[in-house]
């Protein structure tokens, strides 16, 4: 009773892609369901359409920077706060969790008004200072939570051993903790590359994201080219998906065998 | 010890400024021996541990390595090395790359490198284990290889924290034999850190007794054993009658409730103080059995049998007493019946209260 119940609410969650990925390989004009008939031609169209292009381009980059910039910031951010304690760390972990308290539509407006008055809208800076900004609570929980996991013994065993900090660091510390870096950087550019409601704010014209673009082509033309852009994001995190748990299990299959 | 290899002078450790976790500790530690701090948790020994590695800085007080203050040196550059309770190896590296990792930061050749692992992994009996992961080992192997680390640079000092602590009792015992062999083949000084007397009793060339922050007595341990200088003491290590009272002159001792105790010559009079008898010198006075010095009559309230020997719990005079014959001669040994109890005058230690 409990798997049919938790088989149907599979079935729910996933049953958008089964309107949409049939719909990516149809061939009628406009976004239709059933599908009339099947081809590759949207896959084509997106694949050679500058104007889906360099959205992709965009959103690529714009979430690769801001994944950096955000684990610039929130990597000496976390071990200030797991390691140290200090006048004003409850203010500071209220100012790094602000963003994700505040409604995205606040936001937005705003970046608006504020990268406006520096001329960053509708650049690639100005999204990416403003993704980096959204994209630090998650990131910084995700790190904060393996370094608090983290034996600091090992730390000092490396030093023991005649590590000076910085090998320490890069030879043990980063080492160790690597999965919640990847993991963490990999929230940080989802995060960055899933933001709508604020790239449509400040994003423009010029540094216009995925998808902004898809928006845009929803409310003007319908373009099944959408349902092209959907379906490749779907596999894209499917795959990354099913990487990540074989990987686990794997490892878990490994810890059981040694026992 | 005209030359001591390590000297704690006056070391005084505090994190908040009001209380002393470490309320001035001094001692010397000669080149080779194998001295261990006893103590409960919280008595010190662990923050004294620390700021000998460089963990930890003192508040204030000295620490000579070879004659030289080694409070600038930072932890990277002072050649002492240290075995963790966690072991503390590195996840991401093999047996191999964990015991090479302090030769590769003194950036050795890499032949000399290899040959040094290999021998290391020799001394611990590790052989076939290099290419292994730490969690492919079992708990007494990774803890072979976190010695192996942490002698393979040949430091010129060995901390050992609780090495053993996370064992079980047979492998413990074990691992109690390898260290002392490592350290008789290396002759490298070990400080061994532990709460359990056991181990202190059956490894040490000294063991120093930590209580609140201070060192209470340092000595070989059968001197510690034998001769106790305190109360905690006594009862720290191993198992004791305490009775109180007064020594009014050389050789009597007049104790609460159960009166006149004959006691060595050479024991000192005055003041208020507390007589210390080992269970095991308690005798059952049967029929037949020799007299000895001091002898009551006691009412057993408990028993409780540990298979080879007897612990043998009553009261006399209202006194608590405790006695641990051998299971053999403790056979007719019944609840509530009382029996003939008595040890000798050299058997009885004191100490103030």
Redesign the interface.
Known sequence: MVRLAAFAVALFIVAPMFIVVPMSFSTAISLEFPPPAYWLGYYRNYFTDPNWLRPTFNSVIIAAASAMITMAIITPAAFAMVRSRFRGKALVNLLLMLPMAAPSIVLALAYYYFLGGMRLTQTHLGVILAHVALSVPISFLVLAASLKGF?R??E??????????L??FF??TF??LRPGFIVSAFFAFIHSFDETVVSLFISGRDAATLPRKMFDSVRMDADPVIAVVSTLLFSLVFCGTVVIAVANHRRRQA?IS?G | MSNPHLSLIDLVKSYDGRTNAVDGVSLDVRKGEFLTFLGPSGSGKTTTLMMIAGFESPTSGRILLNGRDIAPVPPFDRNIGMVFQNYALFPHMSAADNIAFPLKMRKLARAEIARRVDEALALVNLDNFGAKLPREMSGGQQQRVALARAIVFEPDVLLLDEPLGALDKNLREHMQMEIKRIHRETGMTMIYVTHDQTEAMTMSDRVAVFNKGVIEQIAPPLDVYARPVSRFVGAFIGDNNFFSGRCEKAGLFAADGLGPIKVAAGEQPGGNLVLLVRPEAVRLLGEGAPATDNAFTMTVDGVVHYGDSVLIMGTANGVPVRLRPSSVAAAHVREGESYRIGWDAANGHLVHA
């Open positions: 034996d013994n090992l000092r065993a490396a030093m023991n051993l005649g590590a000076t900090p090998k320490t030879l043990v080492p160790v810890r040694r």
